[in-house]
């Protein structure tokens, strides 16, 4: 993997500034690698839990007959889970592969319809379907209603539904002790493990086991980045990658756009978005005593679609954004056919690769944001492998905690997402007493 800084070097004093202020943190995650998962950094360790890792594979093999798996989780529950998938296995996997996946992330009527429409003719068929519910707490609403949802409809055509149940929560919650009590398969997270940080334990192991990915690689290459982002300041890829968002942002930059040139990266930026916004998306800072308001809004975008949808903005708008372009190294594909007819709509396109067409719209791209002084940086990926993503995601987990530490806020806790939650519980409540 390779990352260059591009139009965004940052002045070496204000290096010297993020690495004074970085090497605490640094020492804190490096004895978190001694405690497990005893501390807020708990999520650096999931990569090297064998334990962990081979009893979801167990698991998994006992379920590998299954046509289908629906995953119910939401946020942190599912977005790391799909963003690998796609990643590796494609978006348009549940075409030609099976087991199917889908995931039930909201409780919008159409969306769980068709859902059940799905899983019902397969039921119906004597085929088997494995539900994933997913949920720290157990107290999601989103999760647990469309969790019931579909249990009833695997209870209506499996009188073993039991043990095509999985539930994945943190151990000794509430949930766990329910699904215990029920008879489902259930699976643990640590405690200290937040959602968002969650990807690499049995959260997103157990349905990418499901799906064919091979998680010893997934967990080999977060591990081996893991080790990288552990190192000093001047070594260390994650520090520096929060050390150049930080400048970008005390410049005026508050929107991080991640543009990916792989369609089926997009969820990749999907989960760094939500990594982004609620780690550093804080109304007060790390003592939880001053009011600081601090963010920076994360957006996601595909490239090349994206560059007919929003280069205008990108080019000519305010110069408020800081841009990570992700790009795949890849030198052979589809190639355009010789048609000479069509030199008179597009030239120069004949008997090219579409990466050679690709690589020139990137390289068209990076020009125009240098000639119009739009920052950004450039992550360059050998291959979409499961060891590759890994070490992606963990590198933009441990980044997210750096930049938290850079602006002095929790990159670790939501107080304002409780809000809607205790809200939306406070109105069903008052609907049920009527």
């Known amino acids: 993997m390779n990352f260059t800084h591009d139009f965004t070097l940052v002045p070496e004093d204000e290096l010297k500034l993020a690495e004074e202020k970085l090497s605490t943190e640094i020492v804190a995650m490096n004895n978190a690698t001694l405690t497990a998962y005893e501390s807020n950094y708990a999520s650096i360790n999931l990569s090297l839990d064998f334990k962990m890792r081979e009893s979801v594979k167990s698991l998994a093999l006992r379920m590998n007959d299954a046509e289908a798996i629906v995953v119910i989780g939401i946020g942190g529950s599912n977005l790391g889970t799909i963003a690998v998938h796609e990643a590796i296995n494609g978006k348009f996997y549940n075409i030609n592969h099976k087991p199917k996946v889908f995931f039930a992330d909201t409780v919008d009527t159409d969306s769980m319809s068709s859902i059940i429409s799905i899983i019902t003719s397969y039921l119906q068929n004597g085929k088997r379907v494995i539900l994933n519910v997913i949920s720290k707490s157990g107290g999601t609403t989103e999760t647990i209603a469309n969790f019931e949802v579909l249990l009833a409809v695997l209870q209506k055509y499996r009188p073993d539904y039991k043990k095509d149940v999985v539930v994945t929560t943190d151990e000794d919650s509430a949930f766990w002790h329910v699904a215990k009590n029920e008879g489902f398969e259930v699976l643990g997270m640590p405690k200290k493990v937040g959602g968002r940080y969650s990807v690499f334990s049995a959260v997103g192991l157990f349905p990418l086991a499901i799906l064919g990915v091979n998680i010893d690689e997934l967990h080999k290459g977060a591990a081996d980045m893991r080790n990288e982002c552990l190192k000093s300041f001047d070594k260390n890829p994650a520090a520096i990658s929060a050390a150049s968002q930080y400048h970008h942002y005390t410049r005026g930059k508050n929107i991080s756009d991640t543009f990916l040139f792989v369609s089926d990266f997009e969820s990749i930026g999907k989960w ?53 372009f992700v790009i795949l190294k890849k030198d052979s594909g589809l190639i355009v056919p010789n048609m000479p007819v069509y030199d008179s709509l597009v030239p120069f396109i004949q008997n090219k690769s579409l990466p050679v067409l690709m690589n020139a719209i990137i390289a068209g791209v990076q020009t125009a944001f240098r000639e119009q002084h739009r920052p950004y940086c450039t992550v360059i990926l050998p291959n979409r492998s499961a060891a590759t993503i890994g070490a992606l995601l963990q590198w933009k987990m441990m980044e997210m905690i750096y930049l938290g530490a850079l602006l002095g806020v929790d990159p670790f806790d939501q107080p304002n997402v409780e809000q809607y939650k205790i809200e939306t519980k406070r109105i069903m409540k008052e609907q049920s007493s009527m």
């Not at 780690?279 to 007919?308: A, F």
């Open 272 to 324: 760094y978005r939500q990594l982004m916004g609620e780690s550093i998306g804080k109304e007060y800072d790390k003592s939880h005593q001053n009011r600081v308001l601090c963010g920076i809004t994360p957006t996601v975008s595909v490239g090349s679609t994206d560059l007919h949808s929003m280069a205008q903005l990108y080019l000519g708008g305010p110069y408020d954004k800081f841009t990570t």
